[in-house]
């Protein structure tokens, strides 16, 4: 892999004002879930992205701190959940750390067995491909295995760290 040391470029960065910034960069959330066992592990990501169509490949960054990844990192699949306007709460309830975060939580399982969260916008069946180093995040690249939508379902949004729903500026 190629990349340049940009490491000493920033040196004395204020990092909570480069997270402010970053923040003005709308983002759609998503709860990345498996199965350990016959357990559900997940956690909620915020840095999930679109990666290649062909062949077809999503990229998603977890940080290295998480207790769940090292978990789901380890099935055959995973799912990648987009969450529903409304769904602020799941979004909330994955982003902790330990504790039953499926207790009451209604999902079914998807051909391979992962997790999908009921209600969710739109789901994504993937195996994991490739990791990198990301600095304080991982980068791992998942090949697409299965996918599907509810069209009539808004994605929640995450927006100078609030959740925020989608306005038609088109009317």
């Not at 062909?54 to 699949?77: E, G, Q, Y």
């Amino acid at each position: 892999m190629r990349g340049r040391d940009v490491s000493t470029q920033l040196d004395g960065v204020n990092t909570r004002a480069l997270r402010d910034v970053l923040g003005h960069f709308c983002s759609g959330v998503t709860v990345v879930t498996a199965m350990d066992g016959d357990e559900p592990a997940g956690f909620t990501c915020q840095s999930f992205s679109a990666l290649s169509l062909d062949p077809p490949r999503v990229l998603l960054c977890p940080s290295k701190r998480s207790t769940s990844w090292p978990t789901i990192r380890t099935a055959a699949t995973f799912c990648i959940n987009v969450l529903a306007a409304g769904q602020q709460g799941l979004s909330d309830r994955f982003a902790v750390s330990g504790g039953p975060k499926f207790d009451g939580v209604p999902w079914h399982p998807a051909e391979r067995g992962a997790p999908i969260l009921e209600g969710a916008a739109a789901w994504f069946e993937v195996a994991l491909d490739v990791e990198h180093d990301g600095g304080d995040h991982l980068i791992a690249v998942a090949a697409m295995l299965d996918f599907g939508a509810d069209p009539a379902t808004e994605p929640l949004l995450f927006h100078r760290s609030r959740y925020r729903g989608i306005v038609d500026s088109s009317r």
